[in-house]
């Protein structure tokens, strides 16, 4: 068969750099279907790791080991770490352990870890044991420590040297070790019983004198994080100190291990990620996952929600006679609290980002909560004169407008205090705001918008 050309021929211009086009990936899928092995690796081969990840995303579950198979040993390691989890876990299974293992060699520590970290630990423990002794150590170690922690997140591959070599002799190990990272910008200087002294950029090891000790170009303010350290404060501290990269060291300070800025940004995009959901009571779902799962996942908040609703309509039915008596009041009372809702929600979104971002202390706590209070009070206002005012020319009923405007003031007031406080004190209880502030706030602006708008015009109208 001819060749069916590369990722290049398929792009729709000269030098575009989105090479997956939908062309491309049915070549791909019709060449795996065939069995046409040679023409799929012509095709895929000089794929970058994150395209070729994002291929293996596109491709239908059969034909996704089938491609792995195809690439053989020309796999880059490498293409893992940007997969998804549920694909990621779905290849692994499917792989053989002796590849497996090589390519667990290949990889960096911390990328090795995110390869095996959920899988059994009969299972890590046979691949591991294909791999050689030091790069085994090194996964073994960081895999020991518990998820979504600085040990966990780190790599354990860095330079260390003691602080009584010369520049010089420094150098010279660098160039004739083999064991050495691939890149990096740090030297970390230790004493014979591995504690961190401190760091030497390697800027200045290469502007310093052969003769000089590494001593005395040893920079010993260094940031460090506990290997214990949750990767939120991880990922919170390299923002706020504008860190390229960080020590990592046990509970005796012995150096462990190294956090660089690329493993920060995942951090980040991952719980930024895992907020967007838990604010929309959804689970940290990908969007490779089937239908069966994510549907199972929305139930149970989608259920929370309809007892909820349940609990807005019966404080309506408290009121069925006052509405049978004024229709305007079935057609109005939806805009209260739909207005109240949105505003809780804002309120609350900006809560529990603050809270995540520690930008909520004991210190300015109340003077956030204040500031919220007054920024409902006069969207309130606001539109609660708006409101009045398009009634009155909509129904012709001045009553109703004073109502419904008293409704709106109240229930945005009680919008923006339920919208800081819910998530401030779920937070104090130790319980993810990010995940129940959601049903609460809009219980209370539904209730209280339905109850303080049709109460109002039952007194009224009584």
Same mark, same amino acid.
């Given at each position: 068969?001819?060749?069916?050309?590369?990722?290049?021929?398929?792009?729709?211009?000269?030098?575009?750099?989105?090479?997956?086009?939908?062309?491309?990936?049915?070549?791909?899928?019709?060449?795996?279907?065939?069995?046409?092995?040679?023409?799929?690796?012509?095709?895929?081969?000089?794929?970058?790791?994150?395209?070729?990840?994002?291929?293996?995303?596109? +491709?239908?579950?059969?034909? $996704?080991?089938? !491609?792995? /198979?195809?690439?053989?040993? @020309?796999?880059? &390691? *490498?293409?893992?770490? #940007? +997969?998804?989890?549920?694909? $990621?876990?779905? !290849?692994? /299974?499917?792989?053989?352990? @002796?590849?497996? &293992? *090589?390519?667990?060699? #290949? +990889?960096?520590?911390?990328?090795?870890?995110? !390869?095996?970290?959920?899988?059994?630990?009969?299972?890590?423990? *046979?691949?591991?044991?294909?791999?050689?002794?030091?790069?085994?150590?090194?996964?073994?170690?960081?895999?020991?420590?518990?998820?979504?922690?600085?040990?966990?997140?780190?790599?354990?591959?860095?330079?260390?040297?003691?602080?009584?070599?010369?520049?010089?002799?420094?150098?010279?190990?660098?160039?004739?070790?083999?064991?050495?990272?691939?890149?990096?910008?740090?030297?970390?200087?230790?004493?014979?019983?591995?504690?961190?002294?401190?760091?030497?950029?390697?800027?200045?090891?290469?502007?310093?004198?052969?003769?000089?000790?590494?001593?005395?170009?040893?920079?010993?303010?260094?940031?460090?994080?506990?290997?214990?350290?949750?990767?939120?404060?991880?990922?919170?501290?390299?923002?706020?100190?504008?860190?390229?990269?960080?020590?990592?060291?046990?509970?005796?300070?012995?150096?462990?291990?190294?956090?660089?800025?690329?493993?920060?940004?995942?951090?980040?995009?991952?719980?930024?990620?895992?907020?967007?959901?838990?604010?929309?009571?959804?689970?940290?779902?990908?969007?490779?996952?089937?239908?069966?799962?994510?549907?199972?996942?929305?139930?149970?908040?989608?259920?929370?929600?309809?007892?909820?609703?349940?609990?807005?309509?019966?404080?309506?039915?408290?009121?069925?006679?006052?509405?049978?008596?004024?229709?305007?009041?079935?057609?109005?009372?939806?805009?209260?609290?739909?207005?109240?809702?949105?505003?809780?929600?804002?309120?609350?979104?900006?809560?529990?980002?603050?809270?995540?971002?520690?930008?909520?202390?004991?210190?300015?706590?109340?003077?956030?909560?204040?500031?919220?209070?007054?920024?409902?009070?006069?969207?309130?206002?606001?539109?609660?004169?708006?409101?009045?005012?398009?009634?009155?020319?909509?129904?012709?009923?001045?009553?109703?407008?004073?109502?419904?405007?008293?409704?709106?003031?109240?229930?945005?007031?009680?919008?923006?205090?339920?919208?800081?406080?819910?998530?401030?004190?779920?937070?104090?209880?130790?319980?993810?705001?990010?995940?129940?502030?959601?049903?609460?706030?809009?219980?209370?602006?539904?209730?209280?918008?339905?109850?303080?708008?049709?109460?109002?015009?039952?007194?009224?109208?009584?």
């Amino acid at each position: 068969m001819e060749s069916q050309g590369t990722a290049e021929d398929f792009a729709d211009a000269p030098g575009q750099d989105d090479l997956l086009t939908p062309a491309f990936v049915d070549a791909v899928a019709d060449a795996l279907e065939r069995e046409e092995i040679d023409a799929a690796r012509t095709l895929t081969l000089e794929l970058r790791a994150a395209d070729l990840a994002d291929l293996i995303e596109f +491709l239908r579950p059969e034909l $996704r080991i089938a !491609l792995i /198979k195809a690439l053989g040993s @020309d796999l880059p &390691a *490498e293409m893992f770490s #940007e +997969l998804q989890e549920p694909i $990621r876990d779905e !290849l692994v /299974k499917e792989m053989p352990v @002796d590849q497996l &293992a *090589e390519v667990v060699g #290949e +990889l960096d520590s911390d990328d090795a870890v995110y !390869l095996l970290e959920d899988l059994e630990e009969s299972e890590q423990i *046979e691949i591991l044991s294909k791999v050689n002794r030091i790069d085994r150590a090194r996964v073994r170690r960081s895999l020991d420590y518990p998820e979504d922690t600085a040990g966990r997140l780190m790599q354990a591959d860095f330079v260390a040297v003691p602080p009584f070599w010369s520049v010089g002799q420094t150098i010279d190990y660098m160039r004739e070790a083999h064991e050495l990272p691939d890149s990096f910008s740090e030297l970390y200087v230790i004493d014979p019983a591995f504690h961190l002294m401190g760091t030497v950029p390697l800027s200045f090891l290469l502007r310093s004198r052969r003769p000089k000790l590494i001593s005395e170009i040893t920079n010993t303010d260094v940031h460090t994080f506990s290997a214990l350290q949750d990767q939120e404060e991880v990922a919170r501290d390299f923002e706020r100190y504008n860190l390229l990269s960080a020590p990592v060291v046990d509970e005796d300070r012995r150096l462990v291990g190294v956090i660089t800025a690329d493993d920060v940004v995942e951090v980040i995009q991952e719980e930024a990620g895992e907020d967007i959901f838990r604010l929309a009571g959804v689970a940290d779902e990908a969007i490779t996952e089937n239908f069966v799962q994510i549907a199972g996942s929305r139930f149970t908040w989608l259920f929370v929600n309809l007892l909820t609703a349940i609990l807005a309509s019966i404080v309506i039915g408290l009121f069925d006679a006052t509405i049978e008596q004024r229709v305007a009041l079935a057609i109005l009372m939806p805009i209260v609290a739909s207005m109240g809702g949105n505003a809780g929600t804002q309120t609350m979104t900006v809560a529990v980002r603050a809270l995540a971002m520690k930008d909520i202390t004991a210190v300015n706590t109340m003077r956030v909560v204040g500031r919220e209070l007054l920024v409902g009070l006069i969207n309130g206002l606001l539109f609660a004169v708006l409101l009045a005012g398009a009634v009155l020319i909509w129904f012709g009923s001045g009553e109703i407008g004073v109502i419904i405007a008293v409704a709106m003031i109240v229930n945005m007031f009680v919008a923006a205090l339920s919208g800081i406080l819910v998530p401030i004190v779920l937070d104090k209880l130790g319980i993810d705001p990010a995940v129940a502030s959601s049903v609460f706030v809009t219980t209370v602006t539904d209730v209280v918008g339905f109850f303080a708008f049709l109460g109002l015009a039952a007194l009224w109208f009584s």
